[in-house]
């Protein structure tokens, strides 16, 4: 009996090990795991986080009309198939006496009708994503209210009319301190 009862004990006893040789595994790939995340997390905050500081100098858009410039506009980013960006650039395009828009995307092709630009709006392609990089701009659809003079007044996220109509008067009631250099894209 003695014998059976050592063996089953030494059994158990390297199903232990084993059990806790695993566990001890998973313990480091689980931290390992964890650690990459965290610093895609942090990547992630960074671009979430994006958008150029309120009483930034907005970076010159070369395809941007001297009329569109020298009054308040709107910039928005936004790409087809972004499912917030299908809704708010259509909204935001067919409101009536609306603040002009610098529509900018990605894309040069499969632009939805509905995002055809009305008098006063301007549409901009950029593939290579410059603009986005100036403006820091990491996801859609971004909105920058820019004033008069160039600068940045409000800039957030928004998915419908009625939270860019709350940039806009965040915007008026702004007091704008002048921060940075305009760079021309």
Same mark, same amino acid.
């Given at each position: 009996?003695? *014998? *059976?009862?050592? !063996? *089953?004990? $030494?059994?158990?006893?390297? $199903?232990v090990i084993f059990l806790l040789l695993a566990?001890?595994? &998973? /313990? @480091? /790939?689980v931290a390992s795991l964890k650690r990459s995340l965290d610093g895609n997390r942090a990547d992630d905050v960074v671009r979430l986080r994006s958008g150029l500081a309120v009483g930034s100098e907005a970076p010159a858009i070369q395809s941007v009309s001297a009329t569109t410039s020298? @009054?308040? +506009?709107? %910039?928005?980013? $936004?790409?087809?198939?972004? &499912? &917030?960006c299908e809704t708010l650039v259509p909204?935001?395009?067919?409101?009536?006496? +609306?603040?002009?828009?610098?529509? !900018?995307?990605?894309?040069? /092709?499969g632009w939805p009708q509905q995002w055809r630009p009305g008098p006063g709006d301007v549409v *901009?392609?950029?593939?290579?994503? @410059? %603009? &986005?990089? $100036?403006?820091?701009?990491?996801?859609?659809? +971004?909105?920058?209210?820019?004033?008069?003079?160039?600068?940045i007044g409000a800039q957030g996220p928004a998915d419908s009319v009625e939270m860019v109509r709350r940039l806009v008067r965040e915007a008026a009631?702004?007091?704008i301190i002048h921060t940075e250099v305009s760079r021309g894209y």
């Open positions: 009996m003695t *014998v *059976v009862l050592w !063996i *089953v004990v $030494a059994m158990l006893s390297s $199903a566990l001890s595994g &998973a /313990t @480091r /790939t020298s @009054r308040r +506009h709107l %910039i928005v980013f $936004a790409d087809p198939g972004c &499912a &917030a909204s935001l395009l067919t409101t009536p006496n +609306h603040t002009p828009v610098v529509l !900018i995307g990605r894309s040069r /092709t *901009v392609f950029d593939p290579d994503e @410059r %603009i &986005a990089n $100036a403006y820091s701009v990491g996801f859609t659809p +971004h909105v920058f209210v820019v004033d008069e003079g160039g600068f009631g702004v007091q």
